[in-house]
């Protein structure tokens, strides 16, 4: 033939709008402004963490791709960047380069490549990095540098409590919600970013913001992050409503910890998350749930990894039970 | 646009670029080819009968082969001239198939009582409804929106079933298509006697045209014109693709849903194709076969675009040298739209009934890239008018769980090709879940036979 003709199956054009990497990097870029504030904050071990975190990921993946799967590694898709940027946020800014190193293999071979790479993980890769650690490192992942305090300073970065340490520590001592408040920074405070705990823990004003820029972008749907909010808000409220010397008020519950960075982008990831909106609101609604649970009766002071792990599990029964209504099959609406 | 109150079809649905490069060129009549290539089967069903044999003088109109069955409709002549060969030749499905081969006399030979005049004919007083649908059988009238199915098979409604409302589906969702909205814009009169016939045969009071939201001047002149007749109106729709699939069309205009596994006549509903209806008013109104048809030919590094009425069987490559020949750059040539047409992988291919377009793409924008893991991202869920999950049924057709696919209603899928569309891991959703519908129907019909 003089000029060969492509012949596929139809549709001949594709959106390019949408492509793997460039979710991951809308997601990296919505993660932005929330990493350039931890900066800010914690300064030198802030840049530190998020370094060796994000490398470390990348090299991982590389590695266990070339030499243990004997395949084509996949780095620039970014979803080892973004994995290993996510577990920089989720960890304090103090923490030695060598258990950022075991925390990033947990989670991209463990987490991710054990389950046969992107794609496949049942369980946020990040957030099993992150729990491993928790677990093997209880004092060095709960020891939380003072923003502002120490910026030039890594490992040697002054330490204090999170509001959310304060408030349960407080409270198993019997003291009381108004006396405690006085001892943690203001809701205002907390809404900007002012307050001690992991990188990404700190402002919900640039978490919301980077979660708009992915609603934008329709890179994540709302259904996920307003339920987890909205049934920590609600569940959270209901607690304080009954007792609220016992239990902190409602907007407490979310302008802290994880709740931000958990709802709006780590329970958001495809993989391990429901397909159709009403899963998403199912899953988001019990992550709510266990977040309050595990924070209020539960040994930690914080539990949103757990409760997205958990979740995490369920989402394949989710999936099964929320199948989409097939066109022309049963629940036909009114007609005309 | 605030003036049309819009409907569309509830649940998913894309946004490709409309790339309606055509919609503003008047329809122009394209010059006898030097041969033209007949194939005896340009519908879904039995291959026509051959008539005739090598050569044999035929005049334009004349009957050259015959539907056997039911099923089937009847192909003629769409030129004079003398056969030349009985071949076979490659048609859309990229199979070769028996065609007539004619030789063209240079001037026009009609066979006598068809009225080959552009006046309008209105007056519909004298037809029965049986005269209406043995007139539209003869004329060999198929569904001109792509589907190709015998229009007279629809238009006879089986015992026990009624339609009340006719639908006339001038949506054409498929970027880049404009021969509909030409024809609408230039026929708009004779489209609307078609509606009416239609409307007699299927002894029905209403009909409904629906237009996408894009074509504002069609639905200003189809509306104007309507006026004039009792129980038909013009429906704006959303733009948004597939909005004219024929269930999608129907949900938006009745609310009604086709059932799973059944036909629009089971909801008492009847979809035509605005092509077919204006082939219908040549059929009753002229007496004239179907022979020649609309086809938009267009791409992006082409000079020349243009709809053009094409006799069929006139040779792709003859059309596309006349207008100036495939552009550089050139990867694929598409029959129909780019959604759900089909690629040609040669020109030596006739147009036939159901040609809508030709599309010329070029090769980086067609070309398919790298298949990256399925993230899960539901896209394909949300995108899927079907209310089906198209990564699962990939999933299942790779490894060939035709029981699991069956309940997964991969036989639902109306190959709209939104979730390939839609895909960031530019996986083949749409080439597994063709395979899986075929595959299932497949199943479920030898289970039936049983």
Redesign the interface.
């Known amino acids: 033939?003089e000029?060969k003709?492509?012949?596929?199956?139809?549709?001949?054009?594709?959106?390019d709008s949408?492509?793997?990497q460039?979710?991951m990097l809308d997601v990296i870029l919505a993660l932005l402004p929330a990493v350039l504030f931890s900066f800010y904050l914690f300064g030198i071990g802030a840049i530190i963490v998020t370094v060796v975190a994000v490398a470390s990921a990348v090299l991982w993946e590389w590695l266990i791709a070339k030499y243990l799967l004997k395949r084509q590694p996949?780095i620039w898709?970014l979803s080892a960047a973004l994995t290993g940027l996510l577990l920089a946020m989720n960890v304090p800014s103090n923490l030695p380069v060598w258990m950022i190193l075991v925390g990033t293999l947990i989670a991209i071979g463990v987490g991710k490549m054990s389950f046969g790479?992107?794609?496949?993980n049942i369980f946020n890769p990040a957030l099993v990095g992150r729990v491993f650690m928790l677990i093997s490192f209880p004092v060095a992942m709960t020891s939380w540098p003072i923003p502002l305090k120490s910026r030039m300073h890594y490992l040697d970065a002054v330490t204090g409590a999170t509001p959310l340490g304060v408030i349960k520590e407080g409270v198993r001592n019997g003291e009381k919600i108004s006396d405690l408040m006085h001892q943690i920074p203001s809701h205002m405070q907390m809404f900007y970013g002012i307050m001690g705990g992991s990188l990404g823990e700190m402002a919900a004003l640039l978490l919301i913001l980077g979660g708009i820029y992915l609603l934008i972008r329709k890179v994540i749907t709302w259904h996920i992050p307003v339920s987890i909010i909205g049934t920590v808000f609600l569940f959270g409220g209901l607690l304080w409503l009954m007792n609220p010397e016992k239990y902190p008020d409602p907007l407490f519950q979310i302008l802290t910890g994880g709740v931000m960075l958990g709802a709006i982008f780590m329970a958001t990831d495809?993989?391990s998350?429901p397909?159709?909106p009403i899963g998403k609101l199912i899953f988001g609604f019990f992550i709510g749930i266990l977040v309050v649970i595990i924070r209020e009766w539960g040994a930690y002071p914080e539990g949103v990894s757990f409760a997205i792990l958990i979740m995490n599990a369920f989402v394949p029964l989710i999936d099964k039970y929320t199948?989409?209504?097939?066109?022309?099959?049963k629940k036909?609406?009114?007609?005309? | 646009m605030s003036e049309y109150k819009l409907l569309t079809f509830p649940k998913g649905g894309v946004h490709p670029p409309e790339n309606k490069l055509t919609a503003d060129l008047a329809i122009e009549r394209f010059p006898l080819p030097s041969k033209v290539y007949i194939h005896l089967q340009q519908h879904i069903g039995v291959p026509a009968q051959i008539l005739v044999k090598p050569k044999d003088r035929v005049r334009t109109g004349q009957l050259l082969a015959q539907a056997q069955g039911f099923v089937s409709a009847n192909i003629h002549s769409s030129v004079t001239g003398t056969v030349f060969k009985i071949d076979e030749i490659y048609d859309a499905s990229g199979y070769r198939k028996t065609a007539i081969v004619i030789t063209p006399e240079p001037e026009d030979e009609w066979v006598e009582g068809i009225d080959t005049s552009d006046d309008l004919k209105a007056d519909i007083g004298q037809f029965s409804s049986q005269e209406i649908i043995q007139k539209v059988k003869d004329a060999g009238i198929v569904g001109m929106g792509g589907a190709t199915f015998p229009t007279h098979v629809k238009l006879s409604i089986p015992d026990g079933k009624k339609c009340d409302i006719l639908i006339i589906n001038g949506v054409e969702c498929e970027p880049y298509l404009t021969s509909d909205h030409r024809l609408m814009l230039e026929k708009t009169e004779e489209i609307l006697v078609g509606t009416r016939l239609l409307m007699k045969a299927l002894n029905v009071d209403r009909a409904v045209i629906g237009i996408e939201a894009n074509k504002p001047d069609a639905i200003g002149k189809m509306t104007e014109a309507a006026k004039k007749y009792e129980g038909i109106t013009v429906q704006a729709l959303k733009v948004k693709y597939p909005q004219g699939g024929e269930k999608q069309l129907i949900k938006a205009i009745t609310g009604r849903e086709v059932p799973s596994g059944g036909l629009p006549i089971d909801i008492g509903a009847v979809v035509q194709n605005v092509g077919t209806t204006f082939a219908v008013y040549e059929a009753v109104m002229k007496n004239k076969p179907l022979i020649e048809r609309i086809v938009t030919i267009t791409g992006k590094d082409l000079d020349h675009r243009g709809n053009f009425r094409v006799r069929i069987g006139t040779m792709v490559k003859d059309i596309i040298d006349y207008v100036g020949g495939l552009p550089e750059g050139t990867g694929k040539v598409v029959l129909g739209g780019p959604m759900m047409g089909k690629a040609t992988k040669t020109l030596e291919v006739p147009v036939g009934k159901g040609t809508s377009g030709i599309l010329l793409m070029r090769r980086e924008e067609t070309k398919r890239k790298k298949v990256l893991p399925c993230i899960h991202c539901a896209r394909c869920v949300t995108a899927c008018p079907q209310g089906l999950e198209p990564y699962l049924i990939m999933s299942l057709a790779e490894r060939g769980i035709w029981d699991k696919a069956e309940e997964a209603h991969a036989q639902d899928c109306i190959m709209c090709g939104s979730c390939s569309y839609v895909c960031p891991s530019n996986r083949p959703l749409q080439d597994y879940t063709q395979f899986a519908r075929n595959t299932v129907m497949s199943i479920m019909r030898a289970r039936k036979k049983k």
Do not use: C, E, W
């Open positions: 033939m000029n003709l492509l012949v596929s199956y139809s549709p001949h054009i594709h959106d949408a492509s793997v460039r979710i996949q898709d790479g992107l794609g496949q495809y993989v998350s397909m159709t199948k989409p209504r097939v066109f022309g099959t036909m609406k009114k007609q005309n």
